[in-house]
């Protein structure tokens, strides 16, 4: 390495840097509930994907899964975020979901990719057949698989998301 001549690490690292104090101010001013909640869930499947399958693999997540498990915990603490009860739960449209699912897609927090029918699996082979999906209406229009990638380190938005106000 001659003098004044940056290797790639060193770049790399610089950016990392910078974009992950950027996304540490995204999330700690967030003031969505559902936005907050959606970042909580898939920080939290995530973490737990690699709990099972280790850190060799970045583990995808299937986007009705996230759904779910982001409507279950909006019904659970929905009125401690205060949202609106509608009698029967928290009510939150697939639209919205969709939205800020689009939000954390546009500020580099996951990717959202499809994939052919019945190959969703975490392995190098069924990510090199995703398709990234760039907009909602590519994700309305597919017939295939959606999954969500987290492109963020999940214990450092863990982090982020406990000192949220």
């Known amino acids: ?68 498990q982001t409507l279950s915990s909006l019904d659970a603490y929905g009125s401690r975020l205060g949202l609106m009860d509608s009698g029967r739960g928290v009510s939150a449209s697939r639209w919205l979901f969709l939205r800020s699912l689009n939000i954390l897609k546009e500020v580099g927090f996951v990717d959202v990719s499809s994939q052919p029918e019945g190959s969703l699996s975490d392995s190098a082979s069924s990510a090199q057949l995703r398709t990234p999906l760039m907009s909602i209406s590519d994700i309305l229009e597919t017939n295939d698989d959606i999954v969500i990638t987290m492109t963020q380190l999940p214990d450092v938005v863990l982090t982020m998301c406990e000192v949220h106000e």
């Open 1 to 68: 390495k001659e003098r004044g001549i940056l290797d790639f690490r060193h770049i790399h690292a610089v950016v990392s840097r910078v974009f992950q104090e950027r996304f540490r101010d995204f999330v700690l001013g967030i003031k969505s509930p559902v936005l907050f909640v959606l970042v909580c869930v898939i920080t939290v499947e995530t973490r737990r994907c690699e709990s099972m399958v280790g850190t060799s693999v970045v583990p995808c997540l299937g986007l009705h899964v996230v759904l779910q």
